[in-house]
């Protein structure tokens, strides 16, 4: 190769080499400070895009996970709600059967009525309890209303019961799926009903007189005790209040008070109390299996979590063992093409050093 002065073309070449080499020593900077394998779009395009949607997925899955908690979150209060309600039905049944002891009085009867009317007027309480502005529980002629702003309450009408018995049924709709579609998931949440609950059936007013002859009252029967029999229900959560259902009947206030509480305990029967015992148990029954599913839909979407995570992490983080020998090795390159352009650019004075002699 001739020796000349104009050009250098073994200090360009060394000076193209150090700058690729202080390129790449800086991307290993960048990858372990940062941890990340990308951290430019240009590092790896397609595994961007990728790891990209994996992450807006994690997002929408751990958001879906807080609703499941907060569905499971609202079936607890339901439950306790439900166990307080089993609780006041069973001192109720049980003030029934002191009240039929053929050694009370009718003062003994009428202090047992009393205890029964502040339990109904708790069981009234029970049924407005809401979570979170949501109400627990439903009556037969709730409307299912759909907002934008909130779930719809959803209706099914006419279900029947293991005796034979027609109730309307309620729930929401909890969507369990990153998709937020129905059919890739979902779970009915229960809205209970607790008209049907409560339902009493068949009155025994066998005491209560119906009044509109004066002069010959007697027991409410026929169209009358049918009247007094429909919607029937303990706590007052029927559809419509008592006293403007037995307008017209001059003997109803014998049966309910002005609030639409029953008067008296003799007006239930032990068995209807057990009937209702078993309702209230079936319905928490209902609501622990819902609970139990809910934390199955947990779990899965935990395990998708973990899982999506790792699959988003062989994207994007760096290895560090790997790219700390790379940086190692970037550190010595760079250091001996600094050395050897210093090297490079002294080729030229040899040319010098001819002219000189």
């Given at each position: 190769m001739p020796i000349v002065v104009n050009s250098n073309p073994t200090a360009t070449t060394a000076s193209f080499n150090l700058s690729q080499a202080n390129d790449a020593l800086r991307k290993s900077l960048a990858r372990l400070s940062s941890g990340n394998r990308i951290v430019n779009s240009s590092d790896d395009a397609g595994g961007l895009a990728v790891a990209y949607k994996l992450?807006?997925?994690?997002?929408?899955?751990?958001?879906?996970?807080?609703?499941?908690?907060?569905?499971?979150?609202?079936?607890?209060?339901?439950?306790?709600?439900?166990?307080?309600?089993?609780?006041?039905?069973?001192?109720?049944?049980?003030?029934?059967?002191?009240?039929?002891?053929?050694?009370?009085?009718?003062?003994?009867?009428?202090?047992?009525?009393?205890?029964?009317?502040?339990?109904?007027?708790?069981?009234?309480?029970?049924?407005?309890?809401?979570?979170?502005?949501?109400?627990?529980?439903?009556?037969?002629?709730?409307?299912?209303?759909?907002?934008?702003?909130?779930?719809?309450?959803?209706?099914?009408?006419?279900?029947?019961?293991?005796?034979?018995?027609?109730?309307?049924?309620?729930?929401?709709?909890?969507?369990?799926?990153?998709?937020?579609?129905?059919?890739?998931?979902?779970?009915?949440?229960?809205?209970?009903?607790?008209?049907?609950?409560?339902?009493?059936?068949?009155?025994?007013?066998?005491?209560?007189k119906d009044k509109t002859d004066p002069e010959n009252p007697q027991p409410f029967s026929g169209t009358y005790g049918s009247k007094l029999n429909e919607s029937a229900n303990l706590g007052n959560v029927g559809a419509t209040n008592k006293s403007s259902q037995m307008k017209g009947l001059d003997g109803w206030s014998d049966v309910f008070n002005s609030e639409g509480y029953l008067n008296s305990i003799l007006y239930v029967s032990v068995g209807t109390f057990t009937d209702i015992i078993e309702r209230v148990a079936d319905v928490r029954a209902e609501n622990g299996a819902e609970q139990n599913r809910l934390q199955k839909v947990e779990d899965l979407l935990t395990t998708n979590m973990v899982n999506l995570e790792a699959a988003h992490g062989r994207i994007m983080d760096a290895d560090i063992a790997l790219e700390s020998t790379r940086m190692a090795r970037h550190n010595v390159l760079v250091q001996s093409s600094a050395a050897m352009v210093a090297q490079a650019n002294q080729l030229s004075n040899i040319a010098l050093t001819i002219l000189n002699g």
């Open positions: 992450d807006s997925q994690l997002n929408r899955i751990e958001a879906v996970r807080q609703n499941v908690q907060n569905g499971m979150s609202y079936l607890q209060v339901q439950d306790g709600a439900l166990g307080i309600v089993g609780e006041i039905v069973d001192r109720m049944s049980e003030l029934r059967a002191m009240a039929q002891d053929v050694t009370k009085n009718e003062g003994d009867v009428e202090n047992y009525s009393k205890e029964f009317i502040e339990l109904q007027r708790q069981l009234g309480e029970v049924y407005r309890e809401k979570f979170n502005g949501v109400s627990l529980f439903a009556r037969s002629d709730a409307a299912p209303v759909a907002t934008p702003k909130r779930p719809p309450l959803n209706k099914q009408s006419d279900v029947t019961d293991d005796q034979g018995k027609t109730f309307n049924k309620f729930s929401r709709t909890l969507y369990t799926h990153e998709s937020g579609d129905e059919a890739d998931g979902s779970v009915s949440i229960g809205v209970i009903n607790l008209q049907y609950v409560l339902a009493l059936g068949k009155l025994d007013t066998t005491y209560a």
